[in-house]
């Protein structure tokens, strides 16, 4: 197992456009999140899922944001009509549930940029 | 709003010399507490994580937490130039069931 994947790792769309990211994680983990971050700020969490099931959802997630985790194992994160506001670092973390001695493994993340 | 308060620095510190970061933390209900260490232009990397009130050490890093007064430390003995990166405190339970992160510290070791 290499770590949690995250595709693309860069992203440059024009504003109103929609992008989609993906997630793989650790295969064994159970939980995934997503967080965004930008610069200067630490990462601010948007929604996670346990198995297939999204257990929470931030108040930063509008409703052009979408997240989903079919069968429980990769997942995908969609912006509709992407905004300026957008621009940020979009990380994946996996772990084996809350908790755990090992805290969140992160993913190398995507850097989406709105033009 | 849980919260998660670190300076921002920039904290410089010679190398050979200790490095102390602190965090504090709003919600009283958290249970574990999290350092990692983010290289500009990559993701976070967990270094330490801490549950009971003490230290805790693991080679050059000391994570030192006081639950009654909300704080959470981390030393670096023996600092390199290496370890010149954003050190962000993360805060675990409580009401929420993902990790806070504060705004992180970032350290620069000279050489």
């Known amino acids: 197992d290499t770590g949690v994947s995250q595709n693309p790792r860069h992203k440059i769309t024009k504003r109103g456009q929609n992008v989609t990211f993906r997630c793989d994680p650790i295969?064994?983990?159970?939980?995934l999140y997503w967080y965004r971050q930008t610069l200067g700020q630490g990462p601010e969490f948007l929604t996670y899922?346990?198995?297939?099931?999204?257990?929470?959802k931030s108040r930063l997630l509008s409703d052009r944001f979408s997240a989903e985790r079919p069968k429980g194992s990769f997942s995908t994160l969609e912006i509709q009509r992407t905004e300026q506001g957008d621009s940020a670092m979009y990380l994946c973390?996996?772990?084996?549930?809350?908790?755990?001695?090992?805290?969140?493994?992160f993913g190398s993340g995507t850097r989406l940029t709105v033009v | 709003q849980k919260e998660v308060e670190q300076n921002s620095g920039p904290l410089s510190v010679p190398e050979g010399a200790i490095a102390s970061l602190n965090c504090t933390y709003s919600?009283?209900?958290?249970?574990?507490f999290f350092w990692y260490r983010q290289y500009s232009g990559k993701s976070p990397e967990l270094i330490m994580s801490?549950?009971?009130?003490g230290d805790k050490e693991d080679g050059r890093f000391t994570a030192q937490l006081n639950k009654a007064s909300q704080y959470v430390s981390l030393l670096i003995r023996d600092s390199q130039p290496s370890d010149s990166a954003t050190y962000l405190c993360?805060?675990?339970?409580?009401?929420?069931?993902?990790?806070?992160f504060g705004k992180g510290t970032k350290l620069s070791v000279k050489p």
């Open positions: 973390a996996s772990s084996l549930g809350h908790n755990d001695n090992y805290g969140y493994t």
């Open positions: 295969s064994e983990h159970n939980r």
């Open positions: 899922f346990q198995n297939e099931a999204q257990l929470e």
């Open positions: 919600d009283r209900g958290s249970q574990s």
């Open positions: 801490i549950y009971s009130n």
């Open positions: 993360a805060v675990f339970g409580g009401s929420q069931g993902n990790l806070i």
